[in-house]
């Protein structure tokens, strides 16, 4: 009886086609249309459907700023609910009434919430209703009160976006922490894709020498930097106070990261999936009315890219630091390119009437 003869074992790959197989199913993993956290009945999210809600608000954008279309802050409540109802026509086209019909009542909860919270701070929480409230604070540059208007800004902000929505998730339908974005600690986490870091970093790296250019035009020159409170009539600011107000700022990030891409973006994940990037951006994008145009514009990406990875990546933690690296380089370069001092001690201007 003779013995078949056995196929000869196939060669082991080599270390380059390794490495292109294991780069190609780590980017397989990233641009997939599902996510860890959608429903078996969540539809796949459409390209063409996806780019015309951001094409929708960029043009919401560009009606604003251009054409005067209710440039009032007071508006904004109107400007949101413009953005989501283009959002959810759109996705009644592409996916039909049945696919809305099939939304939860907690993402609807996560949306009415949010816009609830989000306005309460528009309108009462920034550094424009501490002065309705309470009025201008004295300019002593010798003292902390240049910027209690902003520090009430970060407070209300941390409450109404990070502290608040977190507590309401937990009473009302249980969610951890963890699962809208705060995960604590470095154990594995459930639909992570591995080596997000490294997407950050080189996000960071590639935005710096841009960044070095936009600080010297004259609309970010007229906005930033946000520290210019406390920067006294001859050009200087004293280290500790600048530290004082970064720590503060830290805060507004923490809280709008938390937020975006944590609250609205995770809470809509398992009913709407990557479509719940669009009704994150509307919000988010609005809440820039009143900064530079093209700081505006390109919030649509940078809030959609934002949210994306941290859907990959199952948390907000590498967004927060990329987000507050390029507030910070922003301050940092504003204030060098106005010639300003930063004081070794206290600054020598007392109050000026």
Same mark, same amino acid.
């Given at each position: ?25 780590? /980017?397989?993993? #990233?641009?997939? &249309?599902?996510? *860890? ?6 539809? =796949?999210?459409?390209? $063409? ?109 941390? /409450?109404?976006? #990070?502290?608040? &929505?977190?507590? *309401? ?6 969610? =951890?922490?963890?699962? $809208? ?173």
């Amino acid at each position: 009886m003779t013995t078949p003869a056995r196929e000869p074992a196939p060669e082991p790959a080599r270390g380059g086609a390794r490495a292109r197989a294991r780069a190609l199913e780590w /980017l397989g993993a #990233l641009l997939s &249309p599902r996510t *860890a956290g959608m429903a078996d009945t969540t539809p =796949r999210c459409n390209p $063409l459907a996806l780019g015309l809600m951001l094409g929708s608000l960029a043009l919401l954008v560009v009606a604003r700023y251009k054409w005067g279309f209710l440039e009032d802050k007071n508006w904004q409540l109107v400007h949101v609910l413009i953005g989501w109802t283009a959002c959810i026509s759109i996705f009644v086209l592409f996916h039909g009434f049945s696919a809305l019909a099939r939304v939860r009542l907690e993402t609807w909860f996560v949306l009415g919430f949010g816009l609830t919270c989000f306005m309460l701070f528009w309108y009462f929480g920034r550094s424009d209703g501490y002065r309705r409230f309470f009025g201008d604070p004295p300019l002593d540059y010798d003292t902390l009160w240049p910027i209690v208007p902003f520090m009430y800004f970060a407070t209300m902000g941390t /409450l109404l976006r #990070l502290v608040i &929505p977190l507590i *309401a998730q937990r009473w009302l339908f249980g969610r =951890r922490p963890a699962d $809208l974005g705060f995960p604590v600690g470095r154990g594995h986490r459930e639909g992570a894709v591995p080596g997000i870091g490294w997407v950050y970093v080189a996000l960071f790296l590639g935005m710096f020498p841009l960044l070095t250019i936009v600080a010297q035009t004259p609309p970010f020159q007229a906005k930033y930097p946000l520290a210019r409170d406390l920067i006294d009539p001859d050009g200087g600011i004293w280290w500790v106070h600048l530290l004082v107000f970064q720590g503060f700022y830290f805060l507004v990030f923490l809280s709008g990261e938390g937020f975006w891409r944590g609250y609205l973006t995770f809470g809509t994940e398992k009913d709407l999936g990557l479509y719940g990037l669009a009704f994150m951006a509307v919000p988010y994008v609005t809440a820039h009315f009143g900064k530079p145009f093209s700081e505006t514009l390109g919030a649509i990406a940078a809030g959609t890219a934002l949210g994306f990875l941290a859907l990959r990546h199952r948390s907000i933690w590498w967004g927060v630091a990329l987000h507050y690296a390029v507030a910070l380089s922003m301050d940092l370069l504003s204030i060098a390119n106005q010639g300003a001092v930063i004081y070794a001690s206290g600054p020598p201007a007392g109050p000026v009437p």
